[in-house]
């Protein structure tokens, strides 16, 4: 088990509000089983779920702000990014109280964009090679490159009378550009070099006026979708097969988050003693190979994801070639704090 613990610090603004906030912990942890103890032996996955290249978009350079993503800058209209990109695969809540409306073709080319009421973007995100700028930065750019182009990033965050400590772990690099926020996911893994960024404008972000946003049904089930499609999206930029989601472990999944939720508790085995394992075979999911990620105390699913993305023992569940499905469940404490589940599993 390869478990990981980060705690931020909330400050606040007065003696009463920084005890009573404390601090959150981001904490990830992972499990992988293989019944016949040999990987290998899984079913052969050259199958229809093997995705076809498909063409990188010609990037253009931003005239209007630093940053664009698959030629699409902030302000610019629905219409206008659908004739760029296409119809969305998906919409979904987000913790802005906005959706991601997500557009990819078999996960490649995959951007993630939010809309104002006006139908105007307001936030963008991609894990993909879909990034260009006025100042040079793109995917695969070191840290070294970002700080000298964009300065230092922010330490604390303001969210109503709470300034929060922003601890990363040298994860990401958050900065104030002008009227938006930009974050900059870094790969651990190869370099700290730039895996992912998010730009959201100064107005979205003020709508998440806390750390941790309101629970919602529909917030609960956009973030198991999220994080499904950046799994997916992270699968492919590895030129892995795309999974299929799974309803049926799903709902192992989102149960385990809302035992982990309720009864305060972190870990694979629940209060039962029952492991991932026994949990979907008590539901009727037969498989061959089957692994579990957790992870605690995110604010979203993409920061969930990345997270997970540099940790090793959740990088090699998520790039790991035997599985073929997946299920994620989401469900939230009493202070807002999520819970996330992955389910990954072949027959």
């Known amino acids: ?52 290249s498909v063409a990188k978009p010609n990037l253009k350079t931003p005239t209007e702000q630093l940053f664009s993503v698959y030629n699409v800058q902030l302000g ?17 809540t987000n913790e802005f109280g906005t959706k991601w409306f997500t557009y990819h073709e078999d996960y490649q080319n995959f951007v993630m964009i939010s809309y104002n009421e006006e139908n ?28 000298a182009e964009l300065g230092d990033p922010l330490t604390t965050i303001r969210k109503g009378l709470i300034r929060y400590q922003l601890e990363s772990e040298g994860e990401y690099d958050l900065f104030k550009l002008e009227d938006s926020y930009v974050t900059v996911f870094y790969d651990k893994h190869a370099n700290s070099t730039v895996t992912a960024i998010q730009i959201i404008h100064e107005d979205l972000e003020a709508n998440r006026s806390d750390f941790y946003s309101d629970p919602s049904t529909a917030l609960n089930e956009g973030f198991e979708y999220q994080l499904f499609d950046l799994t997916n999206a992270a699968r492919v930029n590895h030129g892995l097969n795309v999974l299929t989601w799974d309803e049926l472990v799903k709902e192992t999944a989102r149960k385990h988050s809302l035992d982990m939720a309720e009864n305060l508790f972190f870990d ?33 699913s993409i920061f969930a994801h990345e997270g997970l993305m540099n940790s090793l023992g959740h990088r090699e569940n998520i790039l790991n070639d035997s599985y073929a499905f997946l299920g994620v469940g989401v469900a939230f404490n009493e202070d807002s704090q999520p819970y996330f589940t992955e389910n990954f599993f072949n027959r």
């Open 76 to 92: 610019e209209s629905k219409e206008q990014v659908e004739q760029e990109v296409g119809a969305p695969k998906r919409q979904s």
């Open 1 to 52: 088990m390869d478990t990981i613990s980060d705690k931020v610090l909330s400050v606040g603004d007065s003696p009463t509000i920084m005890n009573a906030l404390d601090h959150f912990q981001d904490t990830l942890t992972t499990m992988i089983i293989d019944i016949n103890d040999a990987i290998q032996q899984a079913p052969d996955l050259e199958s229809d779920q093997q995705t076809n």
């Open 120 to 147: 105007r973007v307001n936030g963008l995100f991609t894990n993909q090679d879909l990034l260009s700028s006025s100042i040079g930065i793109t995917l695969e750019s070191s840290k070294e490159t970002v700080h």
């Open 268 to 300: 694979h085995e629940n209060l039962e003693g029952q492991s991932p394992f026994d949990r979907m075979e008590q539901d009727g999911i037969h498989y061959t190979v089957a692994g579990e990620n957790l992870a605690y105390g995110q604010f979203s």
